[in-house]
């Protein structure tokens, strides 16, 4: 069956830092993969978007990757402050479908 | 623009009552979605709109009925409340990829999201 995972456990790093969070994917072929932050008590928002072809994107701080012969999506937010902190989600997008199905998300904690 | 509104904020059912959360959008989307969010689980997508009369299922269906009646509304109704519908609903709209055409969800805005509270 589709599976999307990010990794449960929080993400604790101090500020400054590179904080690193991965979106492993498998039995899935997507068009495209996106990014979202969610706060405590508030909706996602989105972040970025990245397509099957394209390997890097780049926003701000905010880069993301795109492996699909990996089957994986790596988000990095470079010199992270103590804002940063919240949960991280991944979502994909697939051919032939029009649902957008999500993981589980990683909390990121940036301590000052 | 008021972007993607939801009423109730916070709701508390006795089970085997019925409800429906409310869900309006300003911005013109035809693509809107409803998700709940459990500890742990993440979001799962309920139901789904990709136009004003089309609705479909997404992975957890069941106990829930959609309609789209105008572009700017999608309600949810929950039809006979069970304690495993405790949950956070959030709705969602998207915008289309207007690079391609063909795909439906570019980039979701949601809503604050209602927290169900099943007795």
């Known amino acids: 069956s589709q599976k999307i995972e990010q990794n449960s456990e929080a993400l604790n790093i101090q500020e400054g830092k590179t904080a690193t969070l991965t979106c492993n994917y498998t039995?899935?072929?997507?068009?495209?993969l996106q990014w979202y932050r969610q706060d405590p008590g508030r909706g996602p928002v989105f972040l970025l978007l990245i397509r099957e072809n394209e390997k890097e994107k780049r926003k701000e701080r905010l880069k993301v990757t795109f492996d699909t012969t990996l089957k994986q999506s790596l988000f990095h937010i470079t010199a992270s402050q103590p804002a940063d902190s919240a949960t991280y989600l991944c979502?994909?997008?697939?051919?032939?479908?029009?649902?957008?199905?999500f993981g589980t998300g990683t909390r990121l904690q940036v301590f000052p | 623009n008021a972007g993607v509104t939801q009423t109730p904020k916070f709701q508390v059912l006795k089970t085997g009552q019925s409800m429906t959360l409310q869900c309006a959008q300003d911005m013109n989307h035809e693509y809107m979605s409803w998700y709940r969010q459990d500890p742990g689980m993440g979001l799962r997508l309920i139901h789904y709109?990709?136009?004003?009369?089309?609705?479909d299922q997404g992975e957890v269906p069941n106990g829930y009925n959609v309609s789209r009646s105008t572009t700017e509304d999608f309600p949810l109704r929950l039809l006979s409340a069970a304690p495993s519908q405790t949950s956070v609903y959030f709705c969602?709209?998207?915008?289309?990829?207007?690079?391609?055409?063909?795909?439906?969800?570019?980039?979701?805005?949601f809503g604050p999201g209602t927290r169900l509270t099943v007795t």
């Open positions: 709109s990709v136009g004003a009369g089309i609705t």
């Open positions: 979502a994909l997008f697939g051919y032939n479908t029009d649902k957008l199905i």
């Open positions: 039995n899935y072929s997507p068009a495209y």
């Open positions: 969602a709209s998207s915008t289309e990829d207007g690079a391609t055409g063909r795909l439906r969800i570019y980039e979701q805005y």
